[in-house]
């Protein structure tokens, strides 16, 4: 049993490993774009909050292109940014954007040596919190109570913080059990980030895979987990994909006076109201995400596809333009909402990708 | 109990006598020869696996043991002791919790099925005991988290409520009831089937002659069990004991369901805060580790192998301390 995991994780990067081999070798025989050739495999790995959005793609991509072969694993966005940084993987599903020191040309082995990455926004699901309380239908909570409810600082129901902001609800003189993911993920990375820039005077620490030990609380495996032990036990709160959250209440989060529900709408939105990190290529869609801007929800997971600029075989890029470019399409957004409950991007950005993976050779 | 008795009946009774084996293979049977390198090969493979073991888990943990605290800081977990040493006490902590209520519970069912119970009873509920052992851990994972952990939450919190001043029950009673106790109890039940199996055969085999002397000298039948049959098989619990014990310290995918593990040391058993096992931090972060956080989950699991050794090392050192005048060998 201590063994297995071990052993499937190494039978899944030999087949990265032989898929990413089997590409290089086969793409100059299929020759360029469009042409009907062999078989060809493209290679994904990363973000485990992608994976069933993923499924989806891959499924709708191989049906319309049944030349094309598409293996996409889930190992996790840090396995994702390693496997492409190391050229193991054609393109790689991050929670996060490479940050400014990993950027840089020559620093992808699957890149073209002057090509640098370009990480473009794919999927976009909004966190939300859901609770279990007895007597308790609707729930709204300003951010530095969410942080403090998260943070051990506030244990009781009917805390002063809480009764504040839901004069209506009758709040139990019980104590708070809050729960954590105990894995590391991208959905934690997210939530103690929108903690941390919401609250920063109560959450202390940065944004984290793992959620910080110091803070306590109640610690469950994966998403399931998170919100079996929400709806199982009696008096609690936690976070998860909004799409898994089922029939839990879900806190509104107030922000500047108005208090916002998790919806695809109000996620998507916070793209439109954050800036793209400056001092990077134009077509690189790596958004530093303003979490305290006015009428945006602000606990929302973007993921990435990371691809290279120009490739070093172009045949891969040739593959990855029109993969990545159905994820990113109209259509593949539409799929992604409804498979993995995924906000679709709008439509403008639905265009700046277009027009990002239009420059990738 | 008198040593000449204990030495007296060895073989059990209607047993065959053991043949005695030849010191080396006669060409003229060619069914010693192969029997005896079969035997000879197993007996190297499961040393050659136990060593592969080891070497796998030195060669891909010790990137980790070796690696500066500051890098494992920045791109692990943080210093790998310091790191290790709550999921250790999480470990051994929630084993020894299950073995507490385990063992008293096994040895009872055992003693019930071997002397106690009568014999068209005895029969079948052995055979229930051994099919306990058999459900997967992921059953019992999904048994102890949906339906084990809410169904207990009332009793913490009476438990809190009156037994508050002894601190294994002090803190804040957790509000879904997965806490290590409930991991606790799930670890038990599913340990109770080894030792209960292997305590059963245990006290069958005592020497009928020594029960029977018991309760010629007017013993009643517990005076009986706690005089013939209980010194006889002692080393037998033991070796159960620990075998159960084994189970419990690397069982994963039940904790990983259950236990809600942080990274606190504490004995508090009622609380949301609680140790994680080393086996079950593994199952939980390697899906999303790379590079050095790899290496440390594998030298984590480097422990919980030395860790088990251990225990089976000092079972081993029992049995034998006893076995000189326990007569179970």
Known sequence: MRIKPIAAAALVTATALAFAGCAANEAPASGGSGSAGGAQTLTGVGSSAQKAAQEKWVADFQTANPNITVNYSPDGSGAGRSAFIAGAANFAGSDRAFKDDEMGAGKFAGCAADSNALNLPVYISPIAVVFNIDGVKDLTLDPATLAGIFAGKITKWNDPAIAKTNPKASLPNAAITAVHRADDSGTTNNFTDTLNKTAPQVWTAAASDTFPADFGGEAATGTSGVIQAVSGGKNTIGYADESQAGDLGKASILVGGKALQPTAEAAAAILDHSQT????????LAYALDRTS??????????????????????VGTLVKSYVGYMASAEGQQAAAQAAGAAPLSSALQAKVKTALDSVK | MSQKLTREPEAAPGRPEPTPSPARPDPKRPGETVFRGFALGAGIAILAILAAVAT??????????????AALTAKGYGPFLEWVLPYVFGTVWAAVLALAMAVPVAIGIALFISHYAPRRLAQPLGYVIDLLAAVPSVVFGLWGSLMLAPAVRPLFTWLNTNLGFIPLFSGQVSGTGRTIFTAAIVLATMVLPIITSLCREVFLQ?????????????????????????????PGIIAAVMLGLGRALGETMAVTMVLSGGRNITFQILTSENPNSIAAQIAQNFPEAFGLKTNQLIAAGLVLFLITLVVNMIARWIVARRAAYSGAN
Not at chain 1, 298 to 313: E, G, M, R, W
Not at chain 2, 56 to 69: K, V, Y
């Open chain 1, 294 to 315: 006015e009428g945006v929800y602000p606990a929302v997971l973007v993921s990435y596809a990371i691809v290279c600029q120009t490739y070093k075989d172009p045949a």
């Open chain 2, 56 to 69: 796998f888990l030195l060669i891909q943990g010790s990137p980790a043991l070796l690696a500066d605290p």
């Open chain 2, 206 to 234: 005592t020497p009928k002659l020594h029960e029977e002397a018991a309760l010629a000298l007017g013993a009643t039948r517990w005076e009986m069990v706690k005089m013939s049959v209980f010194p006889f098989a002692r």
């Open chain 1, 277 to 284: 990190v400056p001092g990077r290529d134009a077509n690189d």
